[in-house]
């Protein structure tokens, strides 16, 4: 599917960043051009004492270092962008405020630990809040009750294997809470969590602070309700990881979709080998012959082959690798009867 190269750079400037037939720098070419129209919507958005350049950066940095983003529907990454904005983090790997995700063609706005810690400190209400892994070396013990306390003291040596994890929240009127999981509840929860399938998954990459982030987000259902922020951020989590895709609005209302965990059947059924996977999408009729038709009507109409072009590309973002996008585009084009 080649398109002259003045079509290209239409595509390019028009910030058609989902173009299948652009090639990868020319992708996040055409999304920076697309964040220059998004980039007001998204500055207001944000609190004062995040500085907008430095948002619009970070973004732009991330997409570029996840290039499958720019393959997931461009609805979803400005709701993801949005969402970090509403909350006012910003999206950068190397601080651990605030991720963009791709999950099954789909972007999805992920705290990170530092970023709920940030953001309960910006509450007015927290002095602090902190987590700490405990090992199996450690000298720890809590309790409850009426005079509830937690002690932990860390190993000089080897720690050993981690065993539990805490986390802790000092209120600025003096009042403190704490909440203590085991290992076993962070990995129930881990596997529950669609992001943990994800090869750009800090679950993977970084799994201490994730474990820390998921008991912060027990704790923060008893911390206090005016840190709004904090809150809208855990929100969006939580929904996640029970399966919901999580953003918000432009009057910060949290906005929920229901995430498709099932391959498509074609898929399903042939996935055994990436053979039988590219045999199972060229031999789909139904799908291919719609696309034909929609495409023999949008004949001469660049704007509607820029459409199509797009959904046949969320289609095939998912499953399908550089090598079987290319067969499955050859067989398209040949089937059209159309050059596009």
């Known amino acids: 599917m080649s ?57 732009a940095n991330a997409v570029e270092a996840v290039p499958q983003l720019l393959r997931c529907e ?8 949005r969402s970090a904005a509403g909350v006012g983090l910003l999206i950068d790997s190397t601080i651990g405020h605030g991720y963009i995700l791709p ?8 705290p990170g630990y530092k970023g709920l810690i940030e953001l309960a400190r910006r509450s007015g209400e927290i002095k602090t809040l902190y987590a700490y892994e405990v090992c199996e070396n450690d000298q720890f013990s809590y309790q409850l009750g009426t005079e509830p306390k937690i002690d932990h003291i860390p190993a000089s040596g080897t720690r050993g294997d981690c065993t539990h994890f805490y986390a802790v929240a000092v209120y600025k009127n ?39 982030k998921t008991v912060i987000r027990r704790l923060a259902k008893r911390l206090p309700l005016s ?54 999408l ?18 001469g109409n660049e704007k509607m082959l820029l459409n199509i072009r797009q959904r046949l590309g969320n289609w095939l973002a998912a499953e399908a690798s550089d090598e079987e996008r290319g067969a499955i585009e050859a067989a ?9």
């Not at 910060?252 to 059924?269: F, R, V, Y």
């Not at 139904?286 to 009507?297: C, V």
């Not at 398209?332 to 596009?340: M, Q, R």
Request: proline fraction near 4%; charged fraction near 30%.
């Open 103 to 110: 999950y099954k063609g789909k972007a999805q706005f992920i």
């Open 174 to 212: 003096g009042g403190f809470d704490f909440e203590v999981m085991s290992r076993a509840d962070i990995d129930d929860i881990k596997k529950r969590s669609p992001s943990a399938s994800s090869s750009h998954s800090p679950w993977k990459s970084d799994y201490a602070m994730m474990a820390r």
């Open 282 to 299: 060229t031999q789909s009729p139904s799908r291919l012959e719609k696309e034909i038709e929609t495409i023999k009507a949008a004949a």
């Open 74 to 81: 461009p609805k979803t990454l400005w709701e993801a962008a």
């Open 227 to 280: 840190a709004e922020r904090f809150h809208r951020a855990v929100a969006i989590e939580e929904h996640f990881e029970a399966g919901q895709a999580a953003s918000l609005s432009d009057d910060n209302k949290l906005l929920l979709s229901e995430i498709d965990h099932e391959e498509p059947e074609a898929l399903s059924q042939a996935s055994q080998s990436k053979t039988s996977r590219l045999d199972a």
């Open 332 to 340: 398209f084009e040949k089937a059209s009867g159309a050059a596009l």
């Open 3 to 59: 398109i002259p190269a003045h079509a290209k750079m239409t595509a390019i400037k028009a910030g058609a960043f989902y173009e299948d037939s652009l090639t990868e720098q020319e992708k996040v070419q055409a999304f920076q051009y697309a964040l220059k129209e998004k980039s007001n919507a998204l500055c207001k958005a944000l609190p004062q004492h995040i500085d907008a350049h430095v948002f619009l950066r970070n973004l």
